[in-house]
């Protein structure tokens, strides 16, 4: 008789299929390790990122490399459900959904049981785009103004090239909308966009000023569907109403014009009109007018202009509120979204005159309901402060100056954008120690577009970029 033993495994089992009748011992039970590079992969990933991060090599002992891998979500939102899973050796996500909870591994031995790891936070979470800063076409310059909308205008250019000056292109909102949302002054072979094709032939700058009012007789400025008061002298839309329906239909037209214009590399900037209504109190009532109303729908136009013209300046019309505090009021609104591209248009610069209620916030004072006093916030360096030259000062009421103390006036209270209104008509006789009017300026007898007067200034000063610098907070 053939003789055998039999000897018990270690686990106390018998196992034919070995000759000597033994199972081998299991492997020990796997153990997790350092789990920090997972963590750090997962605790916050962004959608439409894939994340791939080795997760066996986290696994120790000698069955690590059979076991099976797998995960579990711990709390919070499902691992699974969100996108994770094991591909091979790896944890892996890729889809796009958003959430955050916390997950652990399972690693399952060939020979049975599980080993969870600790618990690992994780967050997906939404693409973040941070856009580049919107950069404004600082461009400070003396602007000529041309009033005359006719093909002299291109000769008005070349004057302006010469100089290395920009131009302001009038025209009114009745010539940009014939009609209610038809803004056939923006179509090609309209009057206004000719004339920026003038400057844009030649390489000079341009601002675009829209009259939306008249200051003589009933000259109509804005298109006929808008409702108009018809002041002693000239006419202006209701913008006031508290309703908002007349300011809307002007906040359209800028909207129109800045779809038009704001992407075309000279065009610098959109002038609105000035805040000066042009009639007293005594017609408030007739006009329907309200000082509180008027000064909400033009705090709504600084609002609005902060959503157009992204990379033109926007000039807001200061020389005019009810009272000193509700000037204060849209001045400040104002120079606050300076970082939107919006600048002050104040008062005609009178050199000497530095008592206008715009110019007093400017420099950081208040009102205090007698007396503007300091105490206030000094903008300069700021904000953007700017006026215009117009005929008051130019041998009017206002007086007669010389070109020479326009400049050093505007340079002295910082204003960046000065324009400049044409005067083609001759001025009186200067007196005292001023030159005589066709000394100073150019020859009034000459042809029309070459009125202006101010060129051996001009020439002289090439430089008055260089002295203004753009404000601080506004992106260039």
């Known amino acids: 008789m053939r003789s055998f033993h039999i000897r018990a495994s270690q686990a106390g089992e018998l196992d034919s299929s070995f000759p000597n009748g033994d199972k081998p011992p299991p492997d020990p039970l796997p153990a997790w390790g350092d789990l920090s590079p997972i963590q750090a992969a997962i605790t916050q990933t962004t959608v439409g990122t894939s994340v791939s ?23 919070g939102a499902d691992a699974a459900a969100t996108g994770f899973a094991i591909a091979v050796d790896n944890l892996a996500i890729s889809s796009l959904t958003l959430g955050s909870g916390q997950l652990t591994l399972v690693a399952f031995p060939a020979a049975g049981g599980e080993v969870v790891s600790s618990p690992l936070n994780w ?3 939404a693409v973040v785009v941070t856009p580049p800063p919107v950069t404004f076409k600082w461009s400070p310059n003396f602007y000529l103004l041309h009033t005359t909308i006719d093909s002299d205008l291109a000769n008005f250019v070349q004057t302006a090239k010469a100089l290395g000056r ?15 949302g038809n803004y056939t002054g923006l179509v090609a072979g309209s009057q206004l966009m000719k004339n920026i094709g003038y400057c844009e032939a030649v390489g000079v700058p341009y601002l675009v000023q829209v009259q939306d ?17 018809q002041k002693p002298s000239g006419t202006i839309p209701k913008i006031w109403q508290a309703d908002g329906v007349v300011m809307g239909y002007w906040l359209a037209m800028i909207g129109a014009l800045s779809a038009a214009l704001d ?3 000279l065009c610098m900037g959109f002038r609105g009109e000035e805040s000066d209504i042009g009639f007293s109190t005594d017609q408030y009532a007739a006009a329907g007018f309200n000082e509180v109303d008027y000064l909400n729908q033009m705090l709504r136009q600084n609002t609005y202009l902060t959503t157009v013209f992204p990379h033109c300046m926007k000039f807001i019309g200061l020389n005019f509120m009810g009272k000193q505090s509700q000037l204060e009021t849209l001045a400040k609104d ?30 950081g004072n208040t009102w205090n309901g007698s007396a503007w006093v300091s105490g206030g916030t000094d903008y300069r360096n700021k904000a953007s402060y700017n006026a215009q030259v117009q005929d008051p000062e130019m041998g009017g009421k206002a007086g007669n100056f010389l070109p020479s103390e326009f400049f050093a006036e505007a340079l002295a209270i910082l204003i960046s954008y000065l324009v400049v209104f044409d005067k083609n008509y001759a001025w009186p006789l200067s007196t005292g120690n001023k030159l005589p009017n066709e000394q100073t300026y150019w020859d009034s007898t000459q042809a029309a ?20 610098t753009a404000p601080v907070g506004l992106s260039v």
């Open 53 to 75: 991060v080795a997760v066996r090599t986290a696994l120790t002992g000698a069955a690590a490399a059979t076991s099976a891998l797998g995960l579990r979500t711990a709390q």
């Open 123 to 125: 967050t997906r979470k």
């Open 166 to 180: 920009g131009v302001a292109i009038w025209t009114s909102w009745a010539q940009v909308e014939a009609t209610q």
């Open 213 to 229: 009012r008249s200051f003589g007789g009933s000259v109509r400025n804005a298109p006929s569907y808008v409702p108009l008061y």
């Open 263 to 265: 992407s075309r590399p």
């Open 334 to 363: 104002t120079f606050s979204k300076t970082a939107s591209g919006l600048a002050a248009m104040g008062s005609d610069l009178i050199p000497g005159k530095r008592t206008t209620w715009a110019y007093q916030v400017f420099i």
């Open 449 to 468: 577009n070459d009125t202006f007067r101010w060129k051996a200034m001009l020439q002289a000063h090439p430089e008055w970029a260089t002295y203004q």
